[in-house]
């Protein structure tokens, strides 16, 4: 079992930055490949970031390539969202996930992932 929580979202204005952070405990944390994904009103849960156990691969939703970077810290069982350049239509919950499948890659579908947290709202205004 893993539990996760994240912390860092708030309200922003265009162009600012944030950083959001995911806080795993239960499960030996390099274990787990972990992601980051978003929700909007009205609309589906959609993937933003995702990165291998090790770290030393990762993977970008086009809409925030080149903005965000997802890192992870398995010292402090954490993952991190560094959010730059931030748009009003990078409002949502945003939530990290983890996945039970073993191997060394990156993923991207909500049902990949086994465990998710309660998410944290980030808005971005105009």
């Known amino acids: 079992q893993v539990q996760l929580v994240e912390s860092g979202g708030g309200l922003v204005q265009a162009g600012d930055s944030l950083r959001l952070s995911c806080a795993a405990s239960?499960?030996?944390?390099?274990?787990?490949?972990m992601g980051w994904f978003r929700q909007a009103p009205g609309k589906e849960r959609a993937f933003v970031a995702a990165?291998?156990?090790?770290?030393?691969?990762?993977r970008y939703a086009d809409s925030v390539k080149g903005r965000f970077t997802i890192s992870r810290d398995n010292a402090k069982n954490t993952v991190y969202l560094q959010m730059n350049s931030l748009k009003p239509e990078d409002t949502a919950v945003y939530y990290c996930?983890?996945?039970?499948?073993?191997?060394?890659?990156?993923?991207?579908?909500?049902?990949?992932?086994?465990?998710w947290g309660q998410g944290t709202q980030v808005t971005v205004s105009s």
């Open positions: 990165i291998s156990r090790s770290g030393g691969l990762t």
């Open positions: 996930a983890a996945t039970l499948k073993y191997g060394g890659a990156t993923y991207y579908y909500n049902a990949d992932y086994n465990y």
């Open positions: 239960g499960r030996t944390f390099s274990s787990n490949a």
